[in-house]
């Protein structure tokens, strides 16, 4: 039984009081939120659906995040020690990693072929979970690092793109857009720095909150979206169909390994920044498992597959709240948006640079924590791997169309994600240098 006497937020077993974790709650949901739901933003403009089932994938999509992050915090015991979720202070939510590959197969076989490979791969995913103390090893700091950094690095374009007013919006590049972004990234950082208490922990929900009413001042805000909305609606499982090809489920579950680089990263982001200490094995098996539950879920309401989201990890980093209760706050509020299209729609209206400003702080901070992780073990070496491995998924990544003379398999594998690629990379190299260690070790080694 729980001890509700413990009201720390510093604690992970902590229930602070309401007006402690209300709005720390909120900060972790308006950090998330719009990222969870462009991914089925961008595939329903891919797929051409209507006005009301893009609202129901969008609606799913907020619906099955808070359900993965209920599983993670609150988890149930399995066997042999295994639970259905890492007990970690985290958000689940849309796995940028697939994302490129999600769009791919969308384009060319549908919602229903990416259910279909989805599900089989999420079902692999839990038997990695089982299975993942026995290559734990080859999720090295450096993979981790290499990991956490290009996605943090990788977000810096969708950020000033939003400071600057969202790619596609007729305001695009206005001055007055970059004026509100810069206010409020300004804001949150001086809080960071200066604030104290409970206003230096929710510098993150300030910030946005003064730039709405500015942004409001600048008649930025549009509501016909809040107006148009219905107040309760029930997203339906399998709206979209299910198909299986060969193909594609093979794609995906070599994602879904690579993705386990990537939750590495966002646990070892929350547990050394908020707990001071490492990732367990324990904790890795079952947040693994966790995930693949929570993938089969996401994948049967449409949604991407789940992952940690890695700037609510750098939250957790940055402000130390570790409390389980405050995350379970902002999973709640998720559910009610999932099964509420007006106030999902009423998130949906914080203007673009108010976004761009908020994120553009925490972002930095993925990326940070990205170098702080390789730098647990920054030997010549990892040096070495770390930097290609970036160079070339920042890189690569970043020239439209460079792999359209590649197999599909390849362009659906790496799309347009250079988390994948630099996990890819990092992984093979370290193979090769721990090869050619122990080939130089061999050499060495003194007669008898």
Known sequence: MRDRSNTSKFDIDGIPPLKE???????HLLAMIVGNMVPAILIAGIVGLSGSMSTMLIQGSMLVAGI????????????????????????????????????????????????????IGAIA??????????????????????VVTCMGLGLFPAAVNNLA?????????????????????????????????????????????VGYIIALGFNMVDFT?????????????LAFGIEFKLDVII?????????????MGAYTVATIGGLGREVTDEELSSGVIGIGIGSIISSLFGSIPSGAFSQNAAIVAMNKVISRFVVAIAAIILLVLGVSPKLGALVTTIPSPVIGGATLVIFSQIAMAGIGIL????????????????AAGIGLTSVPGILNGFPPMVQTLIGDSSVVLGAIIAFILQIVFNMKSEDTGNAVEPQS
């Open 21 to 27: 974790s209300l709005p720390l709650g909120l900060q």
């Open 68 to 119: 993965a992050t209920l599983i993670q915090l609150y988890p149930i015991p399995l066997f042999g020690g295994f639970k259905t979720g890492s007990k970690l202070p985290v958000i689940m939510g849309a796995n940028y990693v697939f994302l490129g590959a999600c769009l791919s197969v969308v384009g060319q076989h549908g919602i229903g072929t990416l259910v279909g490979a989805q599900i």
């Open 125 to 146: 995913m839990i038997f990695f979970g089982i299975l993942s103390k026995k290559f734990r090893k080859f999720f090295t700091p450096v993979v981790s690092g290499t």
């Open 165 to 209: 007013g969202g790619q596609g919006s007729p305001t695009f590049g206005n001055p007055v857009n970059f004026l509100v972004g810069i206010i409020v990234a300004t804001i949150i950082m001086m809080l960071m720095k200066f604030g104290k208490g409970l206003l230096k922990d929710t510098a993150i929900l300030v910030g946005i909150l």
């Open 225 to 237: 979206a809040v107006s148009g909305a219905a107040w309760f609606a029930l997203p339906q499982p």
């Open 251 to 263: 794609t995906f579950i070599l994602i879904y390994i690579i993705a386990i680089a990537d939750i």
């Open 375 to 390: 730098a647990m073990d920054l030997t010549n070496d990892n040096r070495i791997i770390a930097g290609v491995a970036i």
